[in-house]
C-alpha cells in the first residue's frame, strides 16, 4: 500500500462537505483521503496538489478531480491558473507517506542504508546530505534543536563538522556512526528519529510551506469553508493551532474596542483530534497525528 490515509474519516467529516462544493487536498499521496472526498460529492469538484513525482501514478480518473503536482505553498496561484479563486474546503495532512518511508532510496528512513536525499520534489537541488556537509556547527545546532527537538544539539553537530572533515557523509550509515556517541541506550531510534525529521524539514522547506499554506487559507477558503490540518509533531501543532485560534502565526489575536476576538475563523475542534486506539494499533504511524478543524467567518 502507498500509504494508509490517518484520521481518514474525522478528517473528511471535518471539511463539511457539500455534494456540489469544491475542495482541495493538498497532500494527495496515495489518494486516500481524495477518494473518501471524491465518493460524497455529485456535481463537486476536487483539487489535488502533491509535489513527490510519484504521487502522479496515483491519480485519480475521475472528471471530478484535477491533479496539480506543485508543493501546495503555491495553492493559490495555481488554483487562480484553474479558474477557482475561492474553495468550500482545505485538507492537508502534513505527514510523510508509508511509501516516502519505504522506499530507501528517498533516505527518509532510519531503517535503510540509502542516500541521504529526503527530497519530496526531485526537483528540488537540495539534499540532506548537502546540508550535513555544508552547514557550519552553529546552523547545524540550531537547526536540530528547532526542527528536532535534541537537547545535545550542539555536540551532534561538532561530531558531524569532524567526522565529515574525514570523507564526505553520503549516506544513512555514514550520519549514525558520526554521531554513535550521542545516542542512548535504548533510545538510540528515538535521536535519530528526531535528527532524521529535523533534516527533512530543512530540505523541504516544510515549516516555510506550512506557513503559506496557513495564510492563503484565508482568501482561498469561502466564508463557511473549512480548513482542517493533520500534523505530527508539536511544531506544526503549534503552528495550526495558533493560527486557527488567532488568524495569525504570532497566535496573537487582534480583538475589537470591546475586547472581541477578531479571529477570521470559529474553531470546530477546540481540542486536536487524535486517533483512536484500534488506528494506532493498526497504523503505528498514525500515534503522533493531531487534527485540528477550523471555519471560515
Known amino acids: 500500500m502507498y500509504h494508509n490515509p490517518v484520521l481518514l474519516h474525522e ?142 544539539a550542539y555536540r551532534i553537530a561538532l561530531s558531524i563538522v569532524e567526522a565529515r572533515t574525514a570523507k564526505p557523509i553520503q549516506i544513512t550509515t555514514d550520519l549514525k556512526e558520526a554521531i554513535r556517541k550521542h545516542l542512548p541506550f535504548g533510545k538510540e531510534n528515538k535521536v535519530l528519529a528526531q535528527l532524521f525529521q529535523a533534516l527533512r524539514i530543512e530540505v523541504n522547506q516544510e515549516m516555510q510551506a506550512l506557513e503559506s499554506l496557513l495564510l492563503q487559507s484565508i482568501a482561498v477558503l469561502k466564508p463557511g469553508g473549512r480548513l482542517v490540518v493533520i500534523s505530527y509533531h508539536s511544531l506544526e501543532d503549534r503552528m495550526v493551532k495558533n493560527f486557527m485560534r488567532s488568524g495569525k502565526l504570532s497566535g496573537e489575536a487582534e ?29 503505528n504511524r498514525s500515534r503522533s497525528a493531531r487534527l485540528r478543524i477550523a471555519e471560515k467567518k
Open 255 to 283: 480583538k475589537d474596542f470591546f475586547g472581541n476576538n477578531l479571529s477570521p475563523f470559529t474553531l470546530i475542534s477546540r481540542k486536536a483530534i487524535v486517533p483512536s486506539e484500534q488506528e494506532t494499533n493498526e497504523n
Open 11 to 152: 478528517s473528511v467529516e471535518g471539511l463539511n462537505l457539500r455534494p456540489n462544493g469544491t475542495y482541495v487536498d493538498v497532500t494527495f499521496g496515495g489518494g486516500g483521503h481524495s477518494k473518501h472526498i471524491l465518493s460524497q460529492l455529485e456535481n463537486g469538484h476536487l483539487f489535488g496538489f502533491d509535489q513527490d513525482q510519484d504521487a502522479a501514478s496515483n491519480v485519480i480518473e475521475d472528471e471530478r478531480f484535477t491533479f496539480i503536482p506543485q508543493n501546495f505553498k503555491y495553492l493559490k496561484n495555481f488554483l487562480l491558473l484553474h479558474n477557482q479563486k475561492e474553495v468550500d474546503g482545505i485538507l492537508a495532512d502534513l505527514g510523510v507517506s508509508s511509501h516516502q518511508f519505504d522506499v530507501a532510496t528517498k533516505g527518509f528512513s532510519i531503517r535503510f542504508d540509502g542516500d541521504l536525499d529526503m527530497r519530496m520534489d526531485q526537483n528540488n537541488p537540495v539534499k540532506a546530505s548537502d546540508i550535513i556537509n555544508s552547514y557550519s556547527p552553529e546552523d547545524l545546532a540550531k537547526l536540530f534543536t528547532n526542527y528536532g527537538e535534541l537537547n545535545n
